[in-house]
C-alpha cells in the first residue's frame, strides 16, 4: 500500500467534512481508495456531519471544568442548532468532556469528536470559543454556571497565601462573587483597566448631554457621568447585588480583615451564549 498523503487526507475531509484523523483512518482502511473511504466515513456516521456543517449553531450551552485544587479553570462555548439539543444530556456531557479536555491539554484537537457528537446527535456542533484562568501567584480560580449554561464566569483571587484559599470564607466569598458578575456583567475589574476608547465615548457622551449648560459647570457634569459609568462598569466599584448597600471593593476588605490577609481580584472572564468574543 502507498503512504497515505497529506493532501489525500485534505481531499477526503474535503469531500466529507469529516476529521482529520477520521479522514486519516478511513483511508488506511481503504488501502488509499478515496471513495472506498468515503462509503466506510458514511458507514460509521461521520461523513454526515459534512451535510450538516453548513447549518446556523446558533444555540448552546458554556462548559467549565476546574482544577481539583482550584489552580486553574476553562470556559468553553458549544454551540448546536436548537435549544432542545442544548438542554440534551449527551449534549451537555459532550460540553462538559472538551472542557475538560481543554482544561488538561489546551492545544488538543477536537475535532474528530466534534464530528462525532455531530453524527450521534444529527445537529451541527460548533465549539466556537475556549478561554483559561489560573492567579498569578497564592490564589485560587472559582466557577459558576448559572442555570440553563448560558452564562458562565471564571474569576482569579490572588490571597496572598496558599492555605487561605482553601478558607471556607474564602471560597464562599469567590463564588458570591462570581455569581455576581454572571448577574451584572462589569466591564473590567477596576477603573485603570478600562479601555481609553470607551472612557472617551461616555466623555463624549456626557459632553453632548451637558451642552447648552454653564462653561462652569460642564466639567462638573462630565465628571459626575464618568463617575456613574465607572460605578456601574467597574467591578470593585459596582454595589454587590446580595447587600446593595455595600461595594464589592468593601465586601472584599471586610472579608480579607476576617481572614487574616489581603484578597484581590485579579481577572474574571464572563461567556455569554451568542455573544460576540
Partial sequence: MSAISK??????????????IDCKRALIESAGDLDEA??????????????????????????QSLA???SKGVLVEVNCETDFVAKNEDFVAFANEIA?????????????????????????IRISRSQALEPKESGLVESYVHTGAKVAVLLSMGTGSPSVSSDSKVLSLAKDLCMHIAATSPVCVSRDDVPEDLVAKEKDIAMA?????????????????????????????????????????????????????????????????????
Fill in 68 to 70: 481539583a485544587d482550584k
Fill in 100 to 124: 475538560q479536555k481543554l482544561l488538561e491539554q489546551p492545544d488538543a484537537d477536537l475535532e474528530s469528536e466534534r464530528t462525532e457528537q455531530v453524527a450521534k446527535i444529527g445537529e451541527n
Fill in 209 to 277: 448631554q451637558a451642552e447648552g449648560k454653564p462653561p462652569q459647570a460642564i466639567e462638573k457634569i462630565i465628571q459626575g457621568k464618568l463617575e456613574k459609568y465607572f460605578s456601574n462598569s467597574c467591578f470593585l466599584e459596582q454595589p454587590f447585588v446580595k447587600d446593595p448597600d455595600h461595594s464589592i471593593k468593601q465586601l472584599l476588605h471586610a472579608t480579607s480583615q476576617e481572614v487574616g490577609t489581603e484578597l484581590t481580584v485579579e481577572s474574571f472572564i464572563r461567556f455569554q451564549v451568542g455573544e460576540d468574543s
Fill in 7 to 20: 493532501d489525500d487526507v485534505l481531499n477526503l475531509r474535503e469531500k466529507t467534512g469529516a476529521g482529520l
Fill in 38 to 63: 468515503v462509503s466506510i466515513l458514511r458507514k460509521k456516521g461521520i461523513a454526515s456531519a459534512a451535510k450538516k456543517a453548513g447549518r446556523d449553531a446558533g444555540e448552546g450551552i458554556i462548559a
